[in-house]
């Protein structure tokens, strides 16, 4: 698909990019082109491919889950203005 001048004057202008005349045929050629490689993509028969999360069968290196620090919710408790049941009761915000 070939997008002629005022085509790409109104995807600048909905863009809000401000093009001086010299810019448009460069803008016209790229863009035209990246069209043109959608078109090619959208082709290519996908039917029997099956989707996958990434190209590459990466695992990530994980660090162990093991706990680092103890518990001190009694202590932090302890401390609040207020707590009730093991929670900490805050002011309202929203009524």
């Known amino acids: 698909m ?3 001048q005022d085509q790409v004057r109104d995807i600048a202008d909905l863009s809000r990019l401000q093009l001086d005349e ?4 460069e803008y016209q050629t790229n863009l035209s ?3 043109h490689l959608v078109d090619q993509l959208s082709a290519v ?3 029997d491919v099956e989707p996958m999360a990434h190209p ?8 162990a889950d093991v706990v680092t620090e103890t518990n001190q919710r009694e ?3 302890k401390i609040a203005p207020a707590v009730e049941n093991g929670h900490y009761l805050v002011p309202r ?3």
């Open 2 to 4: 070939a997008l002629d």
């Open 22 to 25: 010299t810019q448009i045929a």
């Open 33 to 35: 082109n990246i069209l």
């Open 45 to 47: 028969d996908t039917a």
């Open 56 to 63: 590459l069968d990466a695992v990530q290196r994980l660090r």
């Open 75 to 77: 202590h932090f408790q």
């Open 93 to 95: 915000v929203v009524e």
